[in-house]
């Protein structure tokens, strides 16, 4: 059991241990952070508002088209449970070790407290995560979320409630811009897997040659992602170069992930993503991934001005594919991508 907490303790700058070193982390932008391109934002009280949602939901697909990430303001989640969440998970991540070993992740499984260990000279992340299903039931593990301490289970129970319904909101709306029927997608996602991953970073003395989390997209329909602590970190690939994304007080990142990419059939596309740490400030984050429901198919719902450009999948088998292969930037949506034969030109 790997706790990147415990290691931090002890680290300096010349002891880092060699597994967490990654010089193979492309670099961030040296231009004028004034020149940085801005995410766009939505405000989910005008995509609600009679008199606004129209011109929402056409910045709404603008920012899932060129982006496949916003920040999300006015989300309606209160300042109270928001705050509430911040204390509990950094008095999670503040427990001595032994008692999160009992959340501890298991052999061959990916749910629980813990990183993925393949293998001995597998490059790690600088952070330490816990990762669970919460939907459907029938797959919530009894030992994670029901035997957190309660009051922390009671907080992440309301706030995945909170984010549920923007979720299903957001749903509807991107349904509704991808001309897929409203119906269609309350089908695949009201009773979707959902699934939450609390990230810790703790600080570190030579933040740029350690990475907290690697370069990925997310494997989701879409994912909610909570900067508890409002310490920065998070940057995006965006046009072939990394960029912070900067922080927005009680505003949500909103990530379109492979899954939604696969359904527009490659209109919306899912952004390429890692996280940074700070040299003096741990930081922590929340990201909740809402996907279709295990016995669906995934294919691209939207072939009408160009054939289907991804293969479909269950997403039974989608999820196993995806937790047998380590992250890697967008590598597990290329092997859905059906491969392109070259037709002879009849011009020449
Ligand atoms: O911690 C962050 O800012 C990013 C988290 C993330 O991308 C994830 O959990 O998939
Ligand atoms: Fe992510």
């Known amino acids: 059991m790997i706790s990147v907490k415990e290691i931090a303790k002890t680290s300096t700058k010349l002891t880092i241990p060699q597994n967490f070193i990654r010089l193979d982390q492309e670099p961030s932008s040296t231009c004028d952070p004034s020149t940085f391109p801005t995410p766009p934002t939505i405000d989910m009280t005008r995509l609600l508002s009679p008199k606004h949602s129209h011109s929402e939901l056409l910045n709404l697909h603008s920012a899932c088209e060129r982006w496949g990430l916003f920040q999300l303001v006015n989300h309606g989640v209160s300042c109270s449970l928001l705050e509430k969440l911040k204390r509990e998970t950094e008095e ?175 209109l919306y596309s899912s952004i390429e993503h890692r996280a940074r740490v700070d040299s003096e400030k741990e930081r922590m984050s929340i990201a909740v991934f809402y996907n279709p429901r295990f016995d669906a198919e995934i294919s691209p719902l939207t072939t009408f001005q160009n054939p289907p450009l991804f293969t479909n999948i269950l997403m039974e088998d989608y999820f196993k594919d995806f937790f047998t292969q380590s992250f890697n930037g967008k590598s597990h949506l290329d092997r859905m991508k059906i491969p392109t034969t070259h037709q002879p030109n009849p011009s020449t």
């Not at 669970?132 to 593990?141: D, G, Q, V, Y």
């Not at 940057?235 to 170069?241: A, F, P, S, T």
């Not at 990530?255 to 359904?263: A, H, S, T």
């Open 92 to 266: 999670f991540f503040e427990l001595p070790l032994e008692e999160k070993m009992k959340f501890g992740m298991k052999s061959g499984e990916v749910e629980g407290y813990g990183t993925v260990v393949r293998s001995m000279e597998q490059k790690l992340d600088w952070g330490d995560r816990f990762y669970f299903i919460n939907n459907p039931l029938s797959r919530r593990k009894p030992h994670l979320l029901p035997n957190l301490p309660s009051s922390l289970r009671n907080v992440l129970e309301s706030y995945l409630r909170e984010t549920k319904k923007i979720a299903m909101a957001l749903f509807r709306m991107i349904a509704e811009n991808l001309k897929i029927e409203v119906k269609k997608m309350e089908e695949l996602f009201e009773d979707g897997m959902e699934a939450m991953r609390m990230s810790y970073y703790p600080p570190c003395p030579t933040p740029e040659l350690v990475v907290g989390l690697r370069p990925h997209s997310d494997a989701s329909g879409l994912t909610i992602l909570n900067q508890l602590n409002g310490v920065e970190g998070l940057q995006v690939k965006k046009d072939g170069i990394w960029f912070p994304v900067s922080f927005i007080p009680d505003a949500f990142i909103v990530n379109i992930g492979d899954i939604l990419e696969i359904m527009s059939n490659g």
